[in-house]
């Protein structure tokens, strides 16, 4: 397969990670057994993923005159990912992520975007040489939607695939709604696709949810179930890929390396169940690992562990 190319519109998070036993209540104080810091944010981990996964890749989005955005500067380069349309905001810090893994793995995230919240449309335009290269688009929604929806319109015109993933899911479903039409494959978790479907907390019937938003959305939609596997919705049909059986150390980031190699194997010209299974392994890959940034997995571990479970693709 050769190298396609992604263009990741995302987010930078530095990631201050907490571990405890469990989530605090309200009002109620835990006391933690571990901190540590990694570069993260949904499109910055995305590009990672795509990037090791064997797409050149190139990243637009804005970080702070800091100390965090100098460190993302010198990953950029570090991992050969294009930044030349990467803004340094002399006015704004660059984001932040606090998440807090409990000793089952599972996490929750408060994330405070800062220099994230102030990529514009005009910024996506002026980085439209970017996009119009590449065989793939992909956004997430730590930035503002006009940005994404300007993207959009550009992928759109040029024959750019575009995968959204829908995280975090707005509020408001209706808030997406200049994506509609415009996303070729869409990447929910149980909850996003839920609240995107205007259906509140996560419907266990991810077929109807997932067949909701296809009818809303005009694209595939592969909804990620974590443990459950990833539930599939093409022009083929529904399938339900299930998940490897891999032990659980922290969940940060493996939708993010699922979105990231799924991107990378579609820009490289692979069929879309082909390009699940390799997302799908990635993902495994990276609960195995704490942080997000560096569990993001190479193709080499990709393929290894397909090629373990007779799934062997080239
Ligand atoms: O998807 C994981 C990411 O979400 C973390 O790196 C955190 O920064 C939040 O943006």
Redesign the pocket.
Known sequence: VSNGRVCVIG?F?M?LIVRAARRPQAGETVVGSSFTTFL???GF?QAVAAARAGARTSMIGRLGDDDYGRRFLAHLDHESIERSYVIVDTEVGTGI?L?LVEDSGENS?V?VPQANSRVSAADVRAAAAAIQSADVLLLQL?LPVEAACEAARIARESATTVILNPAPAPGDAGAVDGLVGLVDVLVPNLTEASQLARRGAADPDVARTATDLRDRFGGIVTVTLGSAGVYVLDGDGAQLIPAHNVPVVDT??A??AYCGALGAWLAAGASLRHAVRCANAAGALAVGTPG?EPAMPTRAAILSLLDGDALRVT
């Open positions: 987010s998070m990631d993260g944010g949904k981990n992520g998440p995230i994330i730590e940060v980031g939708g993010d997000a």
